[in-house]
């Protein structure tokens, strides 16, 4: 059974709640290098984050009537090792809460994800980022070994 969907006027909140929420993280966390909004009239956000593992990672959050959706772009599809790479993430995926790895344009590597709009507090907003950015940082460089390998200076 699927949650009703949130009225406008519910929606202006959790907006404006996501949009101060993003903008604390953005003056105190350095994890955060950037946050900008989508185009007029959406309900979307790009969050920049500065990794150790991978450099930059961008979270899209978009705010929707019933849910908060979230998708980052890990990697492109593998170049080598095409099974290995996948049954890499798949048990990845097995030990996930709240995201999971799946193949999305181009058949590329995303991270993806929702929330229930009901459930979107701060506490929630830090876990979703949270768990993307570490998740994102445990498995980004096994995943380029693994696709990219042959391809990666100083092999």
Request: charged letters at 25%; aromatic letters at 10%.
């Amino acid at each position: 059974m699927s949650a009703e969907p949130a009225s406008p006027a519910e929606l202006d909140v959790v907006e404006a709640r996501i949009s101060a929420w993003l903008g604390q993280q953005l003056a105190d966390n350095p994890v955060v290098a950037a946050v900008d909004r989508g185009e007029p009239g959406e309900r979307r956000w790009y969050v920049r984050l500065r990794g150790e593992e991978k450099d930059v990672s961008t979270i899209w959050l978009t705010l929707g009537q019933r849910t908060l959706h979230h998708e980052t772009y890990v990697l492109p599809a593998p170049m080598e090792q095409h099974a290995r790479f996948y049954e890499h993430l798949l048990r990845r995926n097995y030990r996930l809460y709240g995201v999971q790895f799946a193949i999305g344009p181009e058949d590329a590597v995303y991270l993806v994800g929702q929330v229930p709009v009901a459930s979107l507090d701060e506490a929630e907003l830090d876990r979703v980022v949270g768990t993307v950015y570490a998740t994102v940082e445990q498995t980004f460089r096994p995943a380029l070994r693994i696709g990219f390998g042959s391809h990666l200076p100083g092999r």
